[in-house]
């Protein structure tokens, strides 16, 4: 860990408070229970090790997917993503995807990013390959489907920092969308993982 990553994970406790005090909206939800029009389960990802995985492969288990970086300031969440995965892995699939879209924060390669993972927070939950979250051409597909209303149904909301989650049901339906103040650790994203 660099001594920013260090100085980072020390003072993330005050960089959550302070997000919460000003983000305008910590979460939405479906809560018109309103379903996707292209089926989550269709996509895939790559796993940063090169291995593809089918979202097929996780029906019938919730999934939180959230955009990560190693220079952010609520880096910290890693400890807290895997808590929430080893608590509730028979229901929950985390999957963490790396991106360098918000000031540079997430500038290793996939093999940096695994092993600062592992050496730091030992991560076992599944981290994708790094890619871009935000919208435009370059957008990760599974970011692409996230954030557009007329794929999920109801969201157009992509990442607003490095951090944020989304909540896709067992059938695949996207739940909601909590804003990187919000912990994974959160009552209401541990009252919907549980449902």
């Known amino acids: 860990m660099t001594p ?22 910590s979460h939405l939800l479906n809560s018109s229970k309103k379903q996707p029009a292209v089926s989550f389960h269709s996509l895939s990802f790559q796993r940063n090790d090169g291995q593809s995985i089918s979202f097929e ?53 996939d093999e940096e990013i695994a092993q600062f993972c592992s050496l730091n927070y030992n991560v076992t939950f599944s981290i994708a390959k790094k890619s871009s ?32 989650k989304y909540l896709i049901s067992e059938d695949g339906m996207l739940l909601g969308y909590f804003d990187p103040a919000v912990s994974p650790l959160d009552a209401e994203v541990l009252r919907m993982v549980k449902e």
């Open 4 to 25: 920013r990553q260090k100085f980072l994970k020390w003072i993330y406790p005050l960089f959550t408070a302070m997000r919460k005090l000003t983000a305008k909206k």
């Open 57 to 109: 492969q996780l029906k019938g288990k919730k999934v939180l997917i959230v955009n990560t970086a190693s220079d952010c300031g609520f880096t910290g969440q890693y400890a807290e993503l895997q808590k929430l995965y080893q608590d509730e892995n028979n229901v929950l699939e985390v999957i963490g995807f790396p991106a360098n879209d918000f000031k540079q924060q997430e500038k290793g390669n």
């Open 133 to 164: 979250v935000i919208k435009g051409p370059q957008q990760n597909p599974v970011f692409r489907w996230l954030s557009d209303h007329n794929m999920n149904g109801w969201n157009d909301l992509a990442p607003t920092w490095n951090f944020s």
